[in-house]
């Protein structure tokens, strides 16, 4: 079992551009929950999707938006990039109990 | 708003001693779950421990167990004969039981030292 799966390991950006992370989840786990975690601080919850839907979302703009794909996996979209999304982007999918990626490290420039 | 705080940004124990790792929340929910997260340098978040709040027993794996006191909304780790190893980030999480409710509310974190 590869477990939670995150692509790619580290990003570097510009300030307006986008960009799209990537995330397979733990083989039969159908939930997939996306946290944003800044330098020194808790993950904070962004969204989660189940059955390709978004079926909650926390205190972040519509700038970040997601997908949920009929194989679990989801990918993560950032419009218009601001410095302040500089933050590892932590993956996490669930039956039950939540399984951490490794995240994907977005330096924004 | 259900709010989880550590308060202490970092802790030091030396190799084989006990350390308690402290985190108080915030809920005016009777159900719910606790957990702690251990997120070494490698960064991969690993479940270290859980806690349903319905049960009075404190959860136990191994050289890690909680002391959750429910009324005082405490949930403290206790770490028993630390290994350099358990060298990491810890983090506190709550997560409601309510339908509808999905999102893990996580504290700040403590970094925790072991010396050899």
């Known amino acids: 079992d590869a477990g939670v799966t995150q692509s790619p390991t580290h990003l570097i950006k510009t300030r307006g551009q986008q960009v799209t992370l990537r995330c397979s989840p733990k083989?039969?786990?159908?939930?997939v929950s996306w946290y944003q975690q800044a330098l020194g601080q808790g993950p904070q919850f962004i969204f989660q999707?189940?059955?390709?839907?978004?079926?909650q979302r926390g205190n972040f703009p519509d700038r970040f938006s997601g997908h949920q794909f009929p194989n679990y996996s989801s990918e993560l979209n950032v419009n218009a990039l601001l410095l302040g999304d500089s933050a590892l982007y932590l993956c996490?999918?669930?039956?039950?109990?939540?399984?951490f990626g490794p995240g994907t490290r977005l330096t924004v420039l | 708003a259900q709010t989880v705080t550590q308060s202490q940004p970092e802790m030091s124990v030396q190799e084989a001693e006990t350390v308690t790792l402290s985190c108080t929340y915030d809920?005016?929910?009777?159900?719910?779950?606790l957990f702690w997260y251990k997120q070494p340098p490698s960064r991969q978040m690993i479940l270290v421990i859980r806690?349903?709040?319905?049960?009075?027993q404190n959860a136990t794996e191994n050289r890690f167990s909680v002391n959750f006191q429910k009324a005082a909304k405490s949930f403290s780790l206790k770490i028993s004969d630390s290994q350099l190893g358990d060298a990491a980030m810890y983090f506190c999480?709550?997560?409601?039981?309510?339908?509808?409710?999905?999102?893990?509310?996580f504290g700040t974190g403590t970094r925790l030292k072991v010396l050899a």
């Open positions: 996490a999918s669930s039956l039950d109990e939540q399984f």
């Open positions: 083989s039969g786990h159908d939930t």
């Open positions: 999707y189940y059955e390709e839907e978004e079926r």
């Open positions: 809920t005016s929910e009777s159900d719910y779950y």
């Open positions: 806690q349903e709040a319905y049960k009075q």
């Open positions: 999480a709550y997560r409601s039981t309510y339908s509808g409710t999905y999102k893990y509310i």
